[in-house]
């Protein structure tokens, strides 16, 4: 079964510190996978995206990681702001089918606190 | 940020109402999705769009319908809602080719009472 699982589900960190978050996948066959930003109240944001030669990808203060053998993903802020507040989703895309189907992780909340 | 627009973002209705959840972006996009998103759950997708007059059910099955009479536009209808629609419906577009990368919409939270 296809799956997208993220860990920790919730995170608390402190304005300035970093932080890693995490995806497993079983998504196969594997097509790219992206991490998305998530603010309450609205829609996800693309940050990164992953194919499977990649394994690393920076977007400014985000470096996502990609280890295609392990099925694993991790995303990594640094100096984490007030505004990092959000929903982090993992999401992975098959090649198997016309519509690129998407796996969707349930996200990890981070919260970061003056 | 990208082109696309939802309304209403909040709607508080009885049960028995019916509702629509208008979906537009201005980028061109043929394809066109509705997800259903629960606090602290993943999306699930309960319609599609490969373009006009092109209409699929998702992998989450939904009471709900849609229609596709332009590009731009991707209307959600639930005809008699219920206190079990309540959720946050997010609406995505994608280009035809390179389907992979979604733009999302803010999303619309219903609550049916």
């Known amino acids: ?114 | 940020e990208a082109d696309i627009y939802q309304t209403p973002r909040y709607l508080v209705i009885g049960t028995g109402k019916k509702i629509t959840l208008e979906c537009s972006q201005t980028m061109g996009h043929d394809k066109m999705y509705w997800y259903q998103q629960d606090p602290g759950m993943e999306l699930h997708l309960i319609h599609y769009s490969y373009g006009v007059n092109s209409t699929e059910k998702g992998d989450l099955s939904s009471e709900s319908t849609v229609s596709r009479i332009r590009t731009e536009h991707f209307p959600l209808t639930l005809e008699s809602a219920r206190p079990s629609h309540t959720s946050q419906y997010l609406c995505a577009s994608s280009e035809e080719q390179g389907a992979d990368e979604q733009f999302f919409g803010p999303g619309t939270r219903l609550t049916v009472l």
């Open chain 1, 1 to 114: 079964k296809n799956q997208v699982e993220q860990s920790p589900q919730s995170l608390i960190i402190l304005e300035g510190k970093n932080c890693t978050l995490q995806c497993n996948y079983t998504v196969s066959p594997f097509s790219n996978l992206r991490w998305y930003k998530q603010d309450t109240g609205r829609g996800p944001v693309s940050l990164t995206i992953m194919t499977f030669s990649e394994n690393t990808k920076s977007n400014g203060r985000y470096t996502a990681t990609l280890d295609a053998d392990t099925k694993q993903s991790s995303l990594h802020i640094t100096a984490s702001q007030l505004s990092d507040s959000a929903s982090y989703i993992c999401v992975v895309s098959d090649r198997g089918s016309t519509l690129g189907r998407l796996y969707f992780g349930r996200g990890t909340q981070l919260t970061v606190w003056p």
